[in-house]
Structure formats: C-alpha cells, structure tokens
C-alpha cells in the first residue's frame, strides 16, 4: 500500500476515534492491538493494512475508501459520451488487455457486443485482478437480483474493493504516432503474428 499518505490517513483516523468519543487505549482493545501501534497508526508512522481499515471502518462507523483518502478522479456519468470516455482510457492503461467481442445477425441471433479480459495473460499485468473482480462483481450482482443481500451490504463489498484496490497505482499511455512506414511494417507485423503458423502449414 505504498500509494497512500498514511501520516493524512492517520489525522483521518485520529478524527473518527474522538468523534467516537473513544481515547487511544480504548481503540486498541477494540482492535486487539497495542496502544503504541495505534499511536503509530494515527501519527503515520507505520503502514495500515487493508484488513484493518476495513475493520476501523466498521467500528469508527466509516468506510475504508474515507480513511484511505481514496477519491475517484472520474466526474459523476451524466451522459453516453463520458461511458465511451471512460472506455477509450481503459483502453489507455498499460497492464490491461482487453478484446471486444461482437455478435451480431445474421450470423447470430442476437446483437451482443462485449469486452473481455484474459486472466492468464503473461502480457498483462493486471488482468487476473480485472477478471478476479468482475467474477466477484457478478456474484454480488446475482445476490441483488435474487433478494438475498441488501443494498447495505453491496456498497460496503464496493468500499471495500475500491479501497483495496486504490494501492494499486496505473498509468495511461497515449498510443504512439507512427510514421506510414512504421505503421505498415507494424501491421505486416501484426498479420504474421496471427496468421503467419497457418500459412506455413499449408
């Protein structure tokens, strides 16, 4: 969790714990840990593990993403265009490969289009996350759907995984400008990646 201010996230749990109306001695027995690491905790000397700000957010009555400092850099989605925004820096973050898969008639019944990641990619560093995610995502989703998990309970499992997930930093890369020579040499490049075995078989 290297990407975070702990010496803010400290002043951050110092404020929930009086607010509470807890002392020190009194937040380390709730957390079965001794009183010179929540000092430390709260003077950012030392790093806070996600089990426990998950478990200082459930007693500070927070959340884990409000003691991570962690906040979106997206703006609320008021529209299509900033989804497709959204979508075209995806496609920008380096440790991420996607493909995007289209069925559509007559050669389907039905127009799906979709975006998928491979988990066991080797070229992409985070992928696995991205798949680990979305399958947990859907299970969430599915206890929605069949009533058995109440809205309360989403939004902390959301917290909760923005918050674990905030330490892991990305950046975004602008694809390069190529001259026509090198675009060309690359995409000759490209088709011989894809078909190249095939023909030499034949």
Not at 37 to 62: M, W
Not at 99 to 125: H, L, M, Y
Not at 147 to 160: H, I
């Amino acid at each position: 969790m290297d990407n975070f201010d702990y010496s803010a996230i400290g002043q951050r749990i110092k404020v929930l714990r009086k607010r509470k109306g807890l002392n020190q001695t009194e937040l380390a027995a709730m957390l079965d840990k001794s009183l010179r690491t929540v000092q430390k905790y709260e003077n950012g000397e030392i790093e806070v593990s996600i089990a426990v700000v998950n478990q200082l957010a459930e007693l500070l009555d927070s959340t884990p993403t409000y003691i991570l400092g962690y906040e979106t850099k997206f703006a609320p989605i008021k529209n299509l265009a900033d989804v497709m925004s959204f979508l075209f820096q995806l496609e920008q973050t380096t440790g991420l490969q996607f493909s995007v898969d289209v069925k559509k008639p007559p050669r389907n019944k039905e127009w799906q289009c979709s975006i998928s990641f491979n988990g066991k990619s080797t070229d992409a560093d985070y992928n696995a996350d991205m798949c680990l995610f979305l399958e947990q995502w859907e299970e969430q989703r599915e206890e929605l759907r069949a009533y058995s998990e109440t809205q309360k309970a989403y939004r902390k499992w959301k917290d909760q995984t923005l918050a674990y997930y905030a330490a892991i930093p990305v950046e975004c890369v602008e694809p390069e400008e190529l001259s026509e020579e090198e675009r060309i040499e690359k995409h000759n490049a490209y088709l011989q990646s894809l078909y190249g075995a095939q023909k030499g078989e034949v």
